[in-house]
């Protein structure tokens, strides 16, 4: 039975939360409300290159902290927001914000907690047409120490056929369809 779960949501790159992020967390929602009642939440993120050409030597250190600053309390207040609703279900939530690469640290933090299960959003984006695993997805599989439980989402265009020209990367989640653990991968 899996006691500590381990859900992966990348909040700083898929906008406010994309679908896949949205999948992982029902999905993790409904084992952990059935299972152990408390779920681990990490993203990973990056800080972005701060561009300082043309400022005195004296404020670049005061710039490059306030940037950073800013940046820690947008990722606080991404994961706070996230993880709000899966408090209001009544589900014990230990946020985990990491500053680095996610194909170290998420095997790291999975290794520190002791989890159980792994659970991520998988988007598609590797292999031909985007129907594989990225490879740092596949690298993550491999690095963890517990089963990864990988979450597709069910899509629906939003918009109607008369707009999908112009928004076609524009999608509603519906829910999830596709399932995948490292376990299921070699059979």
Known sequence: MYKTVLLVADLQ???????H??????VA?????????????????????????????????P?????????DMHM??????????LAAEGIAVSPLLRVG???TLIPQVATDIKADLLIMGATGRGGRRGRG??????????????PVL?????YSLALGPERVEEWPNHRAYSGPTALETNRSRNS
């Open 133 to 146: 695993l990225s490879r740092a997805l596949r690298q993550i599989r491999e690095a963890v120490p517990c």
């Open 13 to 19: 790159h898929d906008g406010p939360y994309s679908t």
């Open 101 to 103: 690469q996610s194909r």
């Open 150 to 154: 990988l979450v597709w989402p069910q």
């Open 63 to 71: 710039y490059h902290d306030e940037q950073r600053s800013r940046t």
């Open 21 to 26: 992020t949205l999948a992982a967390r029902d």
């Open 76 to 85: 606080e207040h991404t994961m706070d927001t996230y993880v709000a609703g």
């Open 29 to 61: 929602a409904i084992l952990v409300r059935d299972l152990s009642r408390h779920l681990h939440v990490l993203s990973v993120y990056a800080y972005d290159r701060i561009y300082t050409r043309g400022l005195p030597l004296m404020l670049v250190g």
